[in-house]
């Protein structure tokens, strides 16, 4: 039987992910498949086209997927100029002896496949781009734009309402074969050249035909430095229960020192199709800045469900 559990800007993605999983396509293309058209949907702020931009005004897009059957992965971190970061890190890790690529090499790569192209810049997401600039640049900083060090306002970035933003996709297949997937745009208004969780295999996203999948969105600067999908699989091997294994995770990240904790949501499915979906937030917030909510469907409901995520307090 075939499972999908999905964060919630999936959406666009669900019925073309199910009905290739109906039709017996691995999980691997099953989640590329998905994946590619919530990178298409501008309505999503935070992956691919309309994602929002880093501190330069570039969209700078993380991708990463994973074959839990073999531990092949791909990802592409700070491309710019392509539609589908998920399809170049899918074809990477299909063509090339490499894991991860980034910045010019990961569109040198995107350009030898003939991968489609989009600047991915929309208006909206421009008009923003320059509000936050207007409020919180100083007059000095707003002269000599851009050549100012861009460290000072990047320090401003790390906000509950900047610091997230990704999809992630878990997928099983009628074959049992496990598979992960992520895309992002990013901590909006970043600097240039950051990589968050997405593109880091075994933090933002992990799966291993063994035990299961997990991944992570949220502030990727904390699920680096724990490696917290590859976590909870390694805490799946070692017999803890689905929910054990993620709040263990979850622990592991409160043990991570740091001036700004943002939220994080870590999305597990067990090699069954259980699945578990934790979520921590800091105690200020009043926004949702972890995801709330998310989607499963398993082969034999006709459709996705919305189902509430557990919410914790860091
Ligand atoms: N994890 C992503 C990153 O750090 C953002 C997010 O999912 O909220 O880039």
């Known amino acids: 039987m075939a499972f999908l559990l999905t964060n919630s800007v999936a959406v666009a993605g669900h019925e073309k992910t199910i009905k290739l999983l109906n039709e017996g396509a691995s999980s691997l293309d099953a989640i590329e498949s998905g994946i590619r058209l919530v990178e298409s949907d501008p309505e999503v ?23 839990g059957s073999n531990m092949h992965a791909g990802a ?11 399809s170049v890190a899918r074809r990477m890790m ?26 991915n810049l929309t208006d909206i997401s421009v008009a923003e781009w320059k509000e936050w600039l207007d409020e919180h ?5 707003k002269k000599n734009w851009p050549d100012i060090s861009l460290i000072r306002p990047s320090q401003l970035t790390a906000t509950n309402k900047t610091a997230k933003g990704t999809t992630v996709f878990l997928a099983i297949d009628n074959n049992g074969n496990i598979s992960a997937g992520s895309s992002t745009s990013g901590w909006s208004f970043k600097y240039p050249g950051r990589l968050g969780d997405s593109p880091a295999i075994g933090s ?37 229960s689905l929910k054990e294994a993620c709040l263990e995770a979850l622990n592991d990240l409160r043990n991570v020192q740091t001036d700004f904790r943002g939220g994080v949501s870590i999305y597990a499915m067990d090699k069954n199709g259980e699945y578990c ?12 800045e972890c995801d709330p909510y ?17 919410m914790h307090e860091w």
């Open 204 to 240: 933002g996203i992990y799966a291993d035909n063994r035990y299961g999948a997990a991944a992570c969105t949220g502030m990727g600067e904390l699920t680096i430095r724990s490696n917290t999908a590859h976590s909870v699989i390694l805490y799946l091997k070692m017999k803890m």
């Open 76 to 86: 592409v971190g700070a491309i710019s100029g392509y539609a589908h970061p998920i």
């Open 45 to 67: 702020r935070w992956v691919g086209f309309g994602g929002l931009p880093n501190m330069l005004g570039k969209v700078q897009l993380d991708a990463g997927i994973i074959d």
């Open 94 to 119: 299909d063509e090339l002896p490499h894991v991860l690529l980034v910045g010019e090499g990961a569109e040198r790569f995107a350009h030898d496949i003939n991968a489609e192209r989009s600047d």
């Open 277 to 288: 979906v934790v979520s921590a937030r800091s105690e200020q917030d009043g926004l949702p």
């Open 137 to 141: 640049l100083n007059e000095s900083e």
């Open 294 to 310: 998310f989607w499963y469907w398993n082969g034999v409901d006709p459709s996705v469900k919305k189902i509430n995520a557990d």
